[in-house]
Structure formats: structure tokens, C-alpha cells
């Protein structure tokens, strides 16, 4: 650990008046205020800063010079211990973890004093900090919206509204529902990230929704009713005669809800399923069927 003259460059005789005009000349360079971003001023202006309050302090000074402190502050270890305070390490203490410290200098008209006043204020009235947290809801409730009651560490709870066509790993922002600001400083957000479950039933592309529907035989050659989900609710559909597997059709407006307002659309892809059990008259039936050689790949280009 360095000498807190040799921080702050000055002589082991310096005199107080010295030592302070070092100080603020280093200060006015490394402020954090003037660097923001940058780690390795901060750095260096936590150390200036402990050197200066150690040697402002005629006592703490005293008892440095006399070997009774180390440069930290900290009473020095007596012999065969190995185990002492490390004054940078720690924020208790650091009177310049804030700008508690700058009340000497805080009463000037130059620009550096006004910083430290604005500084101080900002600090007084800080903002609090946005909160992360993590959400899961249902597809069906990402497509309608719902609300959704998310358990916080602390045991307590907040509503969070999923609004009508959230998509996953969307961000929502609940404002003032993040940690406590002081002073003035009002409190920050909850940022929840929503991550929606898989449906075994729907995909979702856009704005538009899927799902796979198994028809019947007799469904798919005659033609029929069948019904068939939607995230709001069940419809009946009208399957056209002939339809087969793969065949789509569309449902209006059943999608999700698009930004610029209305809806995407519903498709559902039919699936022709046989009897599960084997049946004597349907085989007997495609036994005698005239074109029950047709080839079913042709048209096909895979």
C-alpha cells in the first residue's frame, strides 16, 4: 500500500494548506463526475480521496507519522498477526463514498464546487434501482392477455398484466415497482421478462396461429362439421368434401392481436385418421375400389 504523501504527491512536510491544494487538484481530475465510465479514475480518486482524509485528520496525520496507523487508517497489527482492516476494501467509514466529504470544498463559486453541489443533490434525491424478474405464463394467455400474480423474494407480491398478444421473451416495464429511491428520488422499475410455454396444440408464426386437426374418413370424402380450438374459445368449422391431410383452412381473425390493431388468423391443418381398429367392410370396400391403385405422389416434387 502506498504512502498517502506519495498519492498525493506531496512531501512528508507538507503543510495542510499544501496537502489540500494537491488534493483538489487531483479530485478536479478524477472525479467520477468528470470520468464517467471510466474504472481506472474511479479507482485512483477512491485512493486520493482515502490519502487526503487520512492526512486532513491532524490526529489521524500524528498517528501515521508515528507509525501507529497504516496508511489505510487501520491500527497497525502488533506482532505475529497477520490480520488487519483494509481501509479501500471496505465502505464503511469512506466519508468520500458520497460527497459527505467535499463540505470543504463545496462552498466556492468555481465550476468543480458547483459539480460537487449538483453531485450531492443528485445523490440526496437518487433514483431507486429496476428490479429483474422472471415470469412464465400460458400461450392461450399470451394470445388474450391476462393477469398474473408474480411471488417476489421478499415474500411479497405484485399483479403483472400480460397484455394481448405478448410475445416470448418480451420485457414489460411496471413503473415505480422496482427498489425504493431516497430523498426525492423517486422508486425504479420491475423489469419482468415473460417467457410463454409451449402449447402442444398451437405454433405461433407472427401474428398468425396453427393447429392440427384429425378429420375422419368419412369427414374428409363427404364433407362435414367438426370443432375445433382456438385460443378464445372452441368454433365449428365446415370441412370441405375431399379434403385430405395437410389441407389447410383458415379462420379469420383468430390469431393473435397485431399492434396496428385487429387480429392475425387461425390455420388448421387436417390430418385423415382411420379407424383404430380394424375394420371388415371398410377393407372389403377398398378391396373392390376401382381406383384403389391411384398413385398418391403424383403432382408431388419430394
Keep these: 500500500?502506498?504512502?498517502?504523501?506519495?498519492?498525493?504527491?506531496?512531501?512528508a512536510t507538507a503543510s495542510a494548506a499544501e496537502i489540500q491544494s494537491a488534493y483538489r487538484k487531483l479530485a478536479k481530475k478524477l472525479h467520477p463526475d468528470l470520468n464517467p465510465g471510466d474504472k481506472a479514475a474511479e479507482e485512483r480518486f477512491k485512493e486520493v480521496a482515502g490519502a487526503y482524509d487520512l492526512l486532513s485528520d491532524a490526529d489521524k496525520r500524528k498517528r501515521f507519522d508515528a507509525g501507529e496507523i497504516d496508511a489505510s487508517g487501520a491500527e497497525k497489527p502488533p506482532p505475529q498477526?497477520?490480520?488487519?482492516?483494509?481501509?479501500?476494501?471496505?465502505?464503511h467509514g469512506n466519508p468520500y463514498a458520497d460527497v459527505s466529504g467535499y463540505a470543504d470544498f463545496m462552498d466556492g463559486e468555481d465550476a468543480f464546487a458547483e459539480?460537487?453541489?449538483r453531485s450531492q443533490q443528485?445523490?440526496?434525491?437518487?433514483r431507486g434501482q429496476d428490479l429483474h424478474y422472471h415470469l412464465t405464463v400460458d400461450?392461450?394467455?399470451?394470445?388474450?392477455g391476462a393477469t398474473k400474480r408474480l411471488n417476489l423474494p421478499d415474500g411479497s407480491t405484485i399483479d403483472v398484466t400480460i397484455p394481448p398478444g405478448l410475445v416470448d421473451g418480451q420485457t414489460l416495464r411496471l413503473k415505480g415497482k422496482g427498489a425504493p429511491g431516497t430523498g426525492k428520488g423517486g422508486a425504479g422499475d420491475a423489469l419482468i421478462e415473460v417467457e410463454v410455454r409451449p402449447d402442444r396444440r398451437f405454433t405461433r408464426a407472427g401474428d398468425d396461429i396453427t393447429i392440427e386437426v384429425p378429420i375422419s374418413l368419412t369427414q374428409a370424402v363427404l364433407g362435414g362439421e367438426v370443432r375445433v380450438p382456438t385460443p378464445t374459445g372452441e368454433v365449428s368449422m365446415r370441412v370441405p368434401k375431399g379434403a385430405n391431410t395437410d389441407t389447410k383452412l383458415r379462420l379469420r381473425g383468430k390469431g393473435a392481436p397485431r399492434r396496428g390493431g385487429g387480429h392475425g388468423d387461425q390455420f388448421v391443418s387436417l390430418k385423415v385418421m382411420l379407424p383404430k381398429a380394424p375394420d371388415p367392410e371398410l377393407e372389403a370396400f377398398v378391396a373392390g375400389w376401382k381406383?384403389?391403385?391411384y398413385d398418391p405422389r403424383e403432382g408431388r416434387t419430394s
Design 1 to 11: 500500500m502506498r504512502s498517502p504523501y506519495e498519492v498525493l504527491g506531496v512531501a
Design 81 to 91: 498477526q497477520h490480520y488487519y482492516r483494509h481501509y479501500a476494501g471496505a465502505d
Design 115 to 117: 459539480l460537487l453541489r
Design 122 to 126: 443528485a445523490r440526496a434525491n437518487r
Design 139 to 144: 400461450f392461450v394467455d399470451s394470445i388474450t
Design 291 to 293: 381406383d384403389k391403385d
